[in-house]
Structures are given as C-alpha cells and as structure tokens.
C-alpha cells in the first residue's frame, strides 16, 4: 500500500465526521461566514470588497461540498441534464 492510500485510510473517518457536522450546522457556518466577511469588509473601508466576495462564495461552495449538497439528487440540485435532439429522418 503506496503513502498516499495509507494516508487516505487514515483520514476518511475525519472526513466523514466533517462532513456530518457540515450538514448538521450548514446554516450556522454559512451565517459566520458572513458575518466574518461583513467585519473584515468594515475594517478594510470596503478597499478589499470584490476579494472578500470571492473568498466568501469559495468558503460557501467549499461547506457546500463537505456537506454533499451538490451530490445528484441532493436538495436543491438545479442541474438538468441536456436533451437529445429528435432523430433526423
């Protein structure tokens, strides 16, 4: 067994285990978030504005992902998937 797989076997309960608390307290992270976004933009006179709007929707998609909202089938999944066009005769 190579290092790397050694290593991922060690940590999948962690992941696991995050990704549980993801889901349970979603709402409360994305809220500190925010609020951690909403302190840091006052403190800078809004100087860093464009960056700490990015961070901030990167942080959001990354709790998304812990939390396996994206998954297919997930709540609130928008994706549709592309219809195939007619057969030509």
Do not use: C
């Not at 995050?18 to 302190?39: M, N, P, T, Y």
């Not at 809004?46 to 700490?52: F, L």
């Not at 992902?65 to 994206?70: G, N, P, S």
């Amino acid at each position: 067994m190579g290092l790397l797989n050694n290593l991922k076997a060690k940590l999948s309960p962690a992941k696991d285990k995050v990704s549980g608390l993801a889901q349970q307290h979603g709402d409360k992270i994305q809220h500190g978030i925010d609020k951690a976004a909403h302190v840091v933009d006052e403190r800078t006179k809004g100087k860093y504005s464009n960056k700490i709007e990015s961070g901030t929707g990167k942080a959001k998609g990354a709790v998304d992902r812990l939390a396996h909202k994206d998954e297919p089938g997930a709540a609130g999944d928008t994706f549709t998937p592309p219809s195939t066009p007619p057969p030509t005769s």
